[in-house]
């Protein structure tokens, strides 16, 4: 009885533990990096609508976000939780219900935290409820933060149109 009790135990532990959705830092990350996984959300529909500059800093932005991404996926975001963390520091957590993974390996849920520090955090805040129920292509570079592997991310709204201009740099050479 109390060796059934020790493994129904374990296997609680293991499964609120969030397994292996995290990866492993492949690379350091640059500066560059910060501003691709900004922690922020973009509700662009159709980039062939945006022109100019704008449309080319979107063609360079998502280009260079499925090259230095560990993780590209497409999924639902289910929850979003505001908080702080025990350094004052606030906090937009982020469950995910993964649809497809398009880069890397990635379990079926993911979590993702937006800090106050990250550059795009303002952005996901004023979203607020835009982004619930959200299907969106995440852009995924695994960081070491506080001694702990985490992901920083971009989110892109997932149209049609997205969708193919992902795939379409995730097939390049």
Not at 10 to 33: H, N, R
Not at 62 to 72: N, S
Not at 126 to 138: E, T
Request: glycine letters at 10%; proline letters at 3%; charged letters at 30%.
């Amino acid at each position: 009885m109390i060796r059934i009790a020790t493994l129904a135990f374990a296997l609680f532990a293991c499964a609120s533990c969030g397994g292996s959705s995290k990866g492993s830092v492949t690379s350091p990350f640059s500066p560059e990096d910060e501003a691709l996984f900004d922690g922020s959300v973009e509700f662009v529909e159709d980039p062939a609508k945006l022109s100019g500059r704008w449309r080319d800093d979107w063609e360079r932005e998502i280009g260079a976000r499925a090259a230095r991404a560990d993780v590209v996926f497409v999924g639902v975001l289910k929850t979003a939780r505001q908080g702080g963390d025990s350094k004052g520091r606030a906090f937009v957590d982020l469950g995910f219900e993964v649809e497809k993974t398009l880069k890397g390996k990635i379990d079926a849920s993911v979590d993702l935290r937006s800090r106050a520090d990250h550059p795009g955090h303002r952005t996901l805040g004023r979203a607020g409820d835009r982004v619930l129920g959200g299907r969106f292509v995440a852009f995924v570079k695994w960081i070491e933060e506080d001694g702990v592997v985490r992901g920083r991310f971009h989110l892109a709204h997932a149209s049609d149109f997205v969708l193919s201009a992902v795939e379409f740099q995730l097939s390049k050479p």
